[in-house]
């Protein structure tokens, strides 16, 4: 079992920044990926990014690249995994979740189903 707790989430406007927090706890170990996904009323969670255990690398997509960055911070006893979201706009409004994979990971894998663990969700708010 993983426990996901997420954070960080508010209210800018638009061009500001915000940081998104996700805590792992329980059954994690190394070879896994943890996500970042969002997702609007009525549509399909959609990945916004993805890193990859180790020197793996991470995934961007294309509608954040360049403003937002994904990392990840690995201790013995817990993982944190974090997004930073700058030049905010309108359209990112929406509730953000984290995801962990807690098998082995195959990049370019980024359906919602392939990742079994999600935390409760937190809202980002970009206003015009």
């Known amino acids: 079992q993983v426990f996901l707790v997420e954070s960080g989430g508010g209210s800018v406007q638009a061009g500001g920044s915000l940081r998104l927090t996700c805590a792992a706890s329980?059954?994690?170990?190394?070879?896994?990926?943890m996500a970042w996904f969002r997702q609007v009323p009525g549509k399909e969670r959609e990945v916004v990014a993805v890193?990859?255990?180790?020197?793996?690398?991470?995934?961007?997509a294309d509608s954040v690249r360049g403003r937002f960055t994904i990392s990840q911070d690995n201790t013995s006893t817990k993982k944190t995994l974090y997004l930073q979201m700058n030049s905010l706009k309108p359209e990112d409004t929406t509730m953000y979740y984290c995801?962990?994979?807690?098998?082995?990971?195959?990049?370019?894998?980024?359906?919602?189903?392939?990742?079994?663990?999600w935390g409760q969700g937190t809202q980002v708010t970009v206003s015009s």
């Open positions: 995801a962990v994979r807690s098998s082995s990971c195959v990049k370019g894998r980024l359906e919602s189903w392939y990742f079994g663990y």
């Open positions: 329980g059954n994690t170990y190394s070879g896994f990926c």
């Open positions: 890193s990859y255990y180790g020197d793996a690398g991470t995934y961007i």
